[in-house]
């Protein structure tokens, strides 16, 4: 593999033995790929950093190298951990739990991470057209590829690690061109409805499943950036799908439609994607989660907006965000006012990734199908997908 100056002098130890070892593991992962050179990346994000799916040989591993005086070299973000920082007792967490994961977080801070433990790291640092990122979260880097038009592979958390260590990453994958071109197209049935983060997300539970490990192109479908977060998180949990090209949405999407010269279509019914979601009003169940990937200001105010038509809730909504997120709904007093009502926002975690719904519920709806794919897998959770916008006909007891 071809390395630059710095790069040979990284791998030398002249920089130090963990920078050494770290650029060791990429350049080992990137000739097993077939890799000709390394790429410089701006942004890492680092996820499997939940005590809960870490467990205590992730523990040792991340503090072996905070405690050898690991640091990074470029912006680096994290996942969600197993709890919010602040309410884990109100989540059901225990003591124990929050002792581990709180010395998980001193390790990865004490290394320089940005404390931002999101799902949603584009919204942190916005990704440039055709730039090259080591992401780990396969719904963040769908996101990367598809809405911003970036490049990274989906990196595993201790790849993601080496990659924040160095600043590198190899050259392969969905870094080259000719890796990027589609491979399938979306013929979707007249009438889908894609307007709705819980329809998105069940197109996407469905193109996963259908191609597995491909590059779909969809043409012709009316998305926003709140519905392409929703269909990418759940292509990339039911398939692999870290790519996909989305008319009027994906940056390259022209370059896309010129190099592919044989798309295998691929039929998607209207009763597909409704056959998944519940539309029943009447439904039971203990709780309701909303944002999976972290809910963005957006979505959190236009729920706001909804609940505040109703008066106690029926059935308690947990909403995931990110820190930032949370911080600014805070000074708006939307937190407040979302809690008298019988909402509770969490930040720093998510269901998926916390204990929290095996310790409290039975049963839940999502409007996530990344969610609905993981909860009954991670927790032996039943979870049912209900719309984004009707939740207020589910969870309210009376409407004003
Ligand atoms: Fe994010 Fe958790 Fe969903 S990490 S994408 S909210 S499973």
Redesign the pocket.
């Known amino acids: 593999m071809y390395l630059t100056k710095e790069e040979e002098e990284m791998l030398s130890g002249k920089y130090g033995e963990i920078i050494s070892s770290a650029l060791k593991v990429i350049v080992k992962v990137g000739e097993s790929l077939g890799a000709e050179k390394l790429v410089e990346i701006p942004h890492a994000h680092v996820?499997g950093l939940s005590y809960m799916t870490i467990g205590d040989a992730g523990l040792t591993f991340l503090k072996s190298f905070a405690e050898r005086g690991a640091r990074v070299r470029v912006f680096s973000t994290v996942?969600?951990i197993g709890m919010d920082m602040e309410l884990w007792k109100r989540m059901g967490i225990s003591e124990e739990f929050s002792k581990k994961q709180k010395e998980i977080v001193e390790a990865i801070l004490s290394m320089g991470f940005e404390p931002t433990f999101?799902?949603?790291p584009y919204l942190i640092r916005k990704p440039l057209f055709r730039e090259h990122l080591a992401w780990g979260?396969?719904?963040?880097i769908a996101m990367a590829n598809t809405y911003y038009g970036a490049r990274t592979n989906r990196e595993g958390g201790p790849l993601a690690l080496m990659s924040a260590l160095t600043g590198r990453t190899y050259y392969a994958g969905l870094h080259l061109d000719e890796n990027r071109v589609p491979t399938h197209e979306l013929i979707l049935e007249e009438g889908i409805q894609l307007n709705d983060p819980a329809f998105a997300g069940a197109l996407g539970y469905v193109v996963g499943e259908k191609i597995r490990n491909g590059i779909p192109l969809i043409k012709g479908a009316k998305m926003s950036f709140e519905t392409v977060k929703s269909y990418t998180?759940a292509a990339a949990?039911s398939g692999d799908i870290a790519l996909s090209y989305i008319e009027g949405i994906t940056p390259d999407y022209d370059w896309a439609i010129g190099e592919a010269e044989h798309l295998e279509k691929v039929p998607i019914e209207k009763r597909e994607i409704e056959k998944m979601i519940s539309l029943k009003g009447d439904i039971e169940v203990d709780a309701i989660f909303v944002?999976?990937?972290?809910a963005d200001m957006d979505e959190v105010l236009e729920l706001y907006s909804i609940l505040s038509k109703c008066g106690k809730l029926r059935i308690p909504i947990w909403i995931?965000t990110s820190r930032s997120t949370y911080e600014k709904l805070k000074e708006l007093g939307v937190i407040e006012r979302l809690e008298s009502i019988g909402a509770v926002v969490i930040r720093d975690?998510?269901?998926?990734?916390s204990p929290l719904i095996a310790s409290k519920f039975k049963s839940v709806a999502v409007t996530?199908a990344?969610?609905f794919f993981?909860i009954p897998k991670m927790h032996g959770t039943r979870a049912v997908i209900i719309p984004f916008r009707r939740i207020g006909e589910i969870a309210c007891k009376r409407r004003r």
């Open positions: 996820s996942n969600p999101t799902c949603t979260e396969s719904s963040a998180a949990a944002g999976c990937p972290h995931s975690t998510c269901p998926v990734v996530s990344k969610g993981y």
